[in-house]
Each structure stands twice: as structure tokens, then as C-alpha cells.
């Protein structure tokens, strides 16, 4: 039976997780075995709870326990779910819930090595040092749409476990394989590239330089194996990483519109390069 549970005190310490803890609090690194993250709305629980990340505690707007939230309650029967209206719910957080849900769950504690998301990989995305979370999770979706079969990050993004960026991908974080890269946020270039070329990759940075060959390029498509390298919205690659690609792409642009924000760039990319 569903452990419903009507809020009557907003300062309640069950509801500290929801309320009161910052990203890197919940994420716990003294403990990593009680770190938590948080999944927004109902379709995004339904594909967590789907891929096997398992719930803990969740925040309903009363009025969807027995409409949309009803098939989450029936697959968590022991966790506390608990209840108030819209602008309750709003108050604990701190913003309102994307379709009236949230649930807590529990954060891996072993995550996917860089080899393992390669291992059988046609075409992987790179994100270096893409740290806004709505452009992570939007290239997530259309990384997961377009036919990319695994992510690698630098260690200057934010996690795919981010709120904003699980909610922007819809889920796709926990269906795509993603790894960071190394351990430390020096390992991107050099070590990195010299571990996506032991196995096998060519690399090709997406920017605009003299030297950039159309996104068509015969050879591109030809590639075996090819990692897309993403840059941060505004700055772009740095000289380095594009330096120790082994293409520069550039997406044919109309209108004297010299670029594109980079999650737009990217689906533009995926389509072009996975077909």
C-alpha cells in the first residue's frame, strides 16, 4: 500500500531534500552510497524508474495522485509520497513543479568508464566544458533522437544528474551511456584524445575556421568512428582542442548568421553525421 502523506508542516526534515540542500549536498561525497538527485514531472520519473534508478521519497500536487501520478504510486509502494497543493509544493522547492511531480532517487555509485560508453560505439558526442544545463540536456535528447550512441563530458560540466538537465532531456540521460573524461579537468585534451584514438576514433571539432570542411564532407561520413566535439555556447572550442581534432566541421549557414546556439548546432550535426 502507497505511504501517502498529507504536508502539514513545510519545515518538516523529511522534506529537506526537496527544500533545503544544494546539488553537491545531495550528491554527498563523504558518502556517496546516500547521495541523491531529483527527476521532475511524470514522464521523466516513469523512464528513471524504467532504466533501474531507484526512487526514495516524492513531492505530488494533490490533485494528480489519482490521475497522472497514479502508475508511478503503484511501482513505489514504500516510499513516502507526500501531498499538498500547487503552491505548498512551490514553497518547499522553491519552483513550480513540472506537472505537478518530483521524485528523489538514489544516485549510482558506480558510473560508466570512458572505454565502457565506446566500447561498440559508432558515433559518440564530446561536451567540452558545456556547463548550462538547459544546453546539456537539450543536446542529450537530441544526441539520444539522432542516432549518437554514447556521451563523453570534460570535467568542467555540470553533471547529466543536474535537475534542469534530466527535466530538459527528458530522461535521455538515463537511456544514453555518458562518462566523464579522466579524472581531473587537465585530462581534456591531450589525455582524452589520445584515449578516443587508441580506439579508434577520428575526432572532428565543430567551430568555424579557415580550415573547416563542410559538415557533408565525403570524408566525415566515411569515418568508422567519429566523436563530435561540442563547445560552450558563446566561446566556442579552444584553439587546443581544436588544434588536436582531426577534422573542423562547420554547418553551411545563410543570412550572414555566422552560428548557431550549440544545441541547435548539435542535433544539426547528429543528423548529418549518424545517416
Not at 547521495?35 to 494533490?62: D, H, Q, R, W
Not at 561536451?127 to 537530441?142: L, P
Not at 543536474?162 to 530538459?168: C, I, P, S
Amino acid at each position: 500500500m502507497s505511504n501517502i502523506i498529507e504536508i502539514n508542516d513545510l519545515k518538516s526534515p523529511e522534506l529537506s531534500i526537496f527544500s533545503m540542500l544544494t546539488e553537491a549536498q545531495m550528491r554527498n561525497k563523504l558518502h556517496p552510497e546516500q547521495g541523491i538527485f531529483l527527476v521532475e514531472s511524470p514522464k521523466v520519473i516513469e523512464v528513471a524508474l524504467a532504466t533501474g534508478y531507484e526512487p526514495v521519497a516524492m513531492l505530488i500536487e494533490n490533485k494528480f495522485v489519482d490521475k497522472q501520478a497514479k502508475n508511478i504510486i503503484e511501482q513505489c509502494p514504500t516510499i513516502p509520497i507526500y501531498t499538498a497543493d500547487e503552491h505548498t509544493l512551490a514553497s518547499i522547492t522553491g519552483y513550480h513543479l513540472t506537472k505537478g511531480m518530483i521524485c528523489a532517487m538514489r544516485l549510482p555509485t558506480i558510473y560508466k568508464t570512458m572505454e565502457e560508453v565506446c566500447h561498440s560505439a559508432r558515433r559518440i558526442v564530446v561536451m567540452d566544458d558545456i556547463a548550462n544545463v538547459t544546453n546539456e540536456g537539450a543536446i542529450f535528447r537530441s544526441a539520444a533522437a539522432l542516432g549518437i550512441d554514447g556521451v563523453l563530458l570534460t570535467r568542467r560540466c555540470c553533471t547529466p544528474l543536474n535537475r534542469r538537465t534530466v527535466r530538459v532531456s527528458m530522461g535521455t540521460v538515463f537511456q544514453l551511456p555518458w562518462a566523464f573524461i579522466g579524472d581531473d579537468i587537465n585530462d581534456w585534451p591531450t589525455f582524452g584524445m589520445a584515449k578516443l584514438h587508441e580506439m579508434g576514433f577520428k575526432t572532428v571539432a565543430m567551430a568555424l575556421s579557415d580550415d573547416s570542411v563542410n559538415i557533408n564532407d565525403p570524408k566525415l561520413l566515411a569515418e568508422k568512428r567519429l566523436a563530435i566535439v561540442m563547445g560552450t555556447e558563446g566561446d566556442g572550442l579552444p584553439k587546443t582542442t581544436i588544434a588536436a581534432c582531426d577534422y573542423v566541421a562547420r554547418i553551411p549557414m545563410q543570412r550572414n548568421v555566422d552560428s548557431l546556439n550549440v544545441a541547435a548546432a548539435s542535433a544539426v550535426a547528429f543528423w548529418q553525421l549518424c545517416n
